[in-house]
């Protein structure tokens, strides 16, 4: 049976598998987020930060991030090169049932997520690989590739893992606050006292590792919401209320201040 589900680009929902391309610059998402889904990130090229609940990886190498269902995760670009990347959308119910050896391709997703280096001759093998997958309608040829593809990246991961670096677990922990919170009240001060540690070691590892001010991020987590309130239908009042800015007026304000436009010049873009 198909299952529904959102890619959280809050216009666009698919059953059970989906390739996407995207390119621009700026990530098109926002915050320390999971989703139910498997995900096979090909990131083809980008100033890019990956964050996992457990690892930081930046760089502008050609890279595989692999993340299960409910794995935080968090990628961030810088805006002076051009973001590029394809991915690999599929539901648990798409493969599971279909493939006896799926237990062993899973383990390429890692407990926590996965960031694999690759060299330019595995980038264009996966990139083609992928476009194919793009293309195919049939599930049974979908399933197909989708098993091939994880044996590639299972052959990867023997020998290409990507050298992470720690992350403070207090900046995971920030990220995961927020996303439980972020439409109340939050105080640098404050979370850096339920975190453990001084407000300025918090504000300066949060902005090395997101790339974005505690305020900034906040922000960002709340208009991504209001978002999805405006496009459902929900007044800019309603929307703002409901996502922690108050008023309209405070809506439009940081709708200005991030995107350089106000909420209707917003959804009437192309921007996800």
């Not at 006292?193 to 070691?201: E, F, V």
């Not at 900034?216 to 800019?236: E, F, N, P, Q, W």
Request: hydrophobic share 35%.
């Amino acid at each position: 049976m198909a299952t529904k589900l959102d890619n959280l680009l809050y216009r666009r929902t698919w059953h059970n598998f989906h390739v996407e391309y995207y390119e621009g610059y700026r990530p098109n998402m926002t915050d320390f987020h999971m989703h139910e889904y498997y995900e096979i990130s090909l990131i083809l090229s980008g100033k890019i930060k990956v964050l996992l609940s457990d690892r930081a990886q930046y760089g502008t190498e050609c890279r595989l991030v692999l993340t299960r269902p409910n794995t935080p995760h968090f990628i961030t670009c810088e805006p002076d090169v051009l973001y590029r990347r394809l991915n690999v959308l599929f539901a648990n119910d798409f493969i599971t049932d279909y493939v006896p050896e799926w237990k062993d391709l899973i383990s390429v997703f890692g407990k926590n997520g996965k960031i694999l280096i690759l060299s330019p001759e595995q980038c264009d093998s996966f990139r083609s690989l992928m476009e194919q997958m793009q293309k195919e309608t049939k599930p049974l040829r979908q399933r197909l590739m989708l098993m091939y593809l994880l044996s590639l990246i299972s052959d990867c991961d023997a020998n290409e893992n990507a050298p992470p670096s720690d992350i403070p677990p207090y900046v995971t922990g920030a990220l995961s606050y927020i996303s439980q919170h972020y439409t109340e009240k939050i105080l640098a001060s404050d979370l850096a006292w339920k975190l453990g540690i001084g407000r300025t070691t918090l504000m300066t590892a949060f902005k090395k590792y997101t790339g974005n001010t505690l305020n900034d991020y906040i922000t960002r987590c709340r208009l991504k919401h209001a978002v999805r309130m405006l496009r459902a239908g929900k007044t800019s009042q309603e929307s703002a209320e409901a996502s922690g800015f108050g008023d309209t007026c405070g809506l439009i304000r940081a709708f200005k201040r991030i995107y350089n436009m106000t909420p209707g010049q917003f959804l009437a873009s192309k921007n996800p």
